[in-house]
């Protein structure tokens, strides 16, 4: 696999921070979490200089909203070119310290919502922790923020499909994108609960998103 990332830097008014653009060419979604640990030290320099490596299943969402994978050692460099405010982090386990320690030197806030990773069917999934994340989600002063648990399929894909439902996707279009990460793992339950998922009590919160401007 390989994963080319480009950063472009461009100015907005005064008050508000540089925004990067980055173009992604990323070949498998599928890529382990063994691989992108080896690639660190090693193949992480081309001519001399060095190499971004994204998070496994690193995505674009919209302006200033990333999804991905754990992030590992590896991938600090490339999420320091994101200029990151905040980490929304989906799994219940403690954060390591290595990358609390990269939060710390980078002013990055953690949002630590805890969802259990079940694999059975008919798993309730946890509305009211989704609802909260979302919040953190439509809050700009958070941007630009990364999603991760810890591949990018599940957890991931259930707070980014009802984001979704409040952009005012379809749902065949919702669900085509969480199939797209979760590929041959994709769950019905989580396409279910992205279904069921009640925005209404949300609607009044601002979406200041690209795909909403005219």
Avoid at 10 to 19: L, V, Y
Avoid at 79 to 95: A, D, N, V
Avoid at 151 to 171: A, E, F, I, N, S
Avoid at 189 to 201: G, P, T
Wanted: overall charge neutral; proline content about 6%.
């Amino acid at each position: 696999m390989q994963v080319a990332a480009e950063v472009q830097h461009t100015h907005h008014h005064q008050d508000t921070p540089m925004c990067r653009q980055i173009q992604l060419t990323i070949t498998d979604h599928t890529l382990s979490q063994t691989t992108a640990v080896a690639t660190d030290g090693a193949s992480d320099k081309l001519d001399g200089e060095d190499l971004f490596i994204p998070p496994l299943n690193f995505a674009m969402v919209d302006n200033g909203i990333f999804r991905s994978g754990f992030p590992e050692p590896a991938n600090f460099s490339f999420l320091q070119t994101l200029g990151l405010r905040s980490i929304i982090y989906l799994c219940p386990e403690p954060y390591p310290e290595a990358n609390m320690e990269f939060l710390k030197s980078n002013g990055i806030k953690l949002y630590h919502f805890g969802i259990e990773g079940h694999k059975e069917p008919f798993v309730n999934i946890p509305e009211d922790t989704i609802r909260e994340a979302l919040k953190v989600v439509l809050d700009v002063r958070n941007h630009p923020v990364i999603i991760h648990c810890k591949r990018g399929k599940h957890r991931t894909g259930c707070l980014v499909g009802c984001y979704r439902k409040l952009q005012k996707w379809c749902l065949s279009s919702v669900f085509d994108e969480y199939q797209r990460f979760a590929a041959a793992k994709a769950r019905v339950s989580d396409q279910r609960f992205v279904e069921l998922f009640d925005i209404s009590s949300m609607k009044h919160l601002p979406i200041p998103f690209s795909c909403l401007k005219r």
